[in-house]
């Protein structure tokens, strides 16, 4: 299959994949990359961009997560009337 993009794009998209900060310790194969400019082009941006706030949404989500896991839960809710009931009637005599 012939890939959408124009001849000797992947070598562009593989150098600009290597300036994108963050992206140093981390290769992309020739699909990721290929997916990647797709998602861009669709978007209307540069890879570089797209790689870049695709990375600062990924950290914006880390930092919401670990602000909700931050919370402690609350203690669990003494049994209602009816289920002490329910639960005393499953007792043994």
């Given at each position: 299959m012939r890939s959408?993009?124009?001849?000797?794009?992947?070598?562009?998209?593989?150098r600009a994949s290597a300036r994108v900060p963050g992206m140093s310790d981390r290769t992309m194969t020739e699909a990721q990359r290929a997916y990647e400019a797709k998602r861009a082009a669709k978007a209307g941006m540069s890879l570089e961009k797209w790689l870049v706030e695709k990375e600062r949404r990924a950290a914006a989500e880390a930092r919401a997560e670990a602000a909700t896991v931050a919370v402690p839960a609350a203690p669990p809710k003494k049994p209602g009337f009816f289920g002490r009931l329910l639960e005393k009637a499953q007792k043994p005599i």
């Open positions: 959408p993009l124009p001849e000797g794009a992947d070598r562009a998209i593989h």
